[in-house]
């Protein structure tokens, strides 16, 4: 099984990669764009060296995350959302950013967001791998993981803030766009970044109602997402 789990985490990413790509230059009708073909390069290098990273020092991670997305005890509110993310979020963007470079061109973003997209990129990367490394319990779905005898986490960028990973995907979905020069798809970040929002507010109240300890840290680390705001 673990083996199994080890070769679906990476067919998983893989695939995802490989469809966002078709969708990004189908609905764009055309391939030579090259900031796509830099941002796709740039993030298969990123999914080969975070996987060797984070199988090094902490391959159980990698290990829950190849299993099912909707692991026993998932939340029935949260299989919603998630498919709401996957398909507006992980799909949906690189559908309007394709349209909007191949056809529409609103609001072309010049190559000074190209570097600002660059930096929030790697800075989300950075963050993501962080957590994994930290975070044994890092899965795909919100459950309370009690058949691992789920702990608070409160080492490395937990320190700093509850969610990270929630952090890092809003820096992401904003880099996006930025490194494809695509000012309609920045626009439609925030409706991504509202979803990641609310999941992080159900996700951080089902902690402190059921994770032993959650509430003590969150005396400790007072911000969910940004420190200092919320």
């Known amino acids: 099984m673990v083996k199994i789990n080890l070769i679906r985490y990476n067919v998983r990413l893989f695939l995802s990669l490989l469809a966002q790509t078709i969708i990004l230059f189908a609905t764009a009708g055309e391939i030579n764009i090259p900031r796509a073909w830099l941002f796709l390069i740039i993030t298969f290098v990123y999914y080969i060296s975070s996987f060797i990273i984070i199988y090094r020092l902490n391959p159980e991670v990698i290990y829950q995350r190849g299993g099912s997305a909707f692991a026993e005890g998932t939340k029935n509110w949260d299989k919603y959302i998630l498919l709401s993310y996957t398909f507006l979020g992980v799909y949906g963007q690189f559908f309007v950013a394709g349209w909007d470079l191949g056809h529409i061109n609103f609001l072309p973003l010049g190559m000074e967001y190209l570097g600002l997209g660059m930096v929030l990129y790697l800075i989300s990367v950075v963050l993501v791998v962080w957590s994994l490394i930290q975070n044994p319990y890092f899965e795909a779905s919100v459950r309370i993981q009690k058949e691992r005898g789920q702990r608070v986490i409160d080492s490395g960028p937990y320190r700093l803030v509850r969610h990270p990973g929630y952090l890092s995907g809003i820096l992401w979905h904003m880099a996006l ?27 951080d109240e089902t902690l402190k109602s059921e994770l032993e300890g959650y509430k003590s840290y969150t005396e400790k680390t007072r911000y969910r997402i940004l420190p200092g705001i919320w």
């Open 177 to 203: 766009p930025m490194i494809l020069g695509s000012g309609l798809a920045l626009i439609y970040s925030i409706l991504i970044i509202i979803i990641l929002i609310i999941r992080t507010y159900l996700e």
